[in-house]
């Protein structure tokens, strides 16, 4: 493979990788902002709940 098209192939799959965490990025955003406004949760922090025998 040439290094042309190599570094052709890499720059295709180097922003697939950006679309990715821009995508995360704005989930993650989304999750907490309706977390925020969600009734209750000022009162009540959320914890994940626990599981016996898992760390």
């Known amino acids: 493979m040439g290094r042309n098209k190599a570094g052709r192939e890499f720059a295709v799959v180097a922003e697939e990788i950006r679309k990715l965490a821009d995508d995360s990025r704005k989930a993650a955003e989304e999750?907490?902002?309706?977390?925020?406004?969600?009734?209750?949760?000022?009162?009540?922090p959320w914890r994940m709940p626990t599981m016996p025998g898992v760390l």
């Not at 999750?31 to 009540?44: E, H, L, M, Y």
């Open 31 to 44: 999750i907490r902002t309706k977390v925020a406004i969600s009734p209750g949760t000022r009162s009540r």
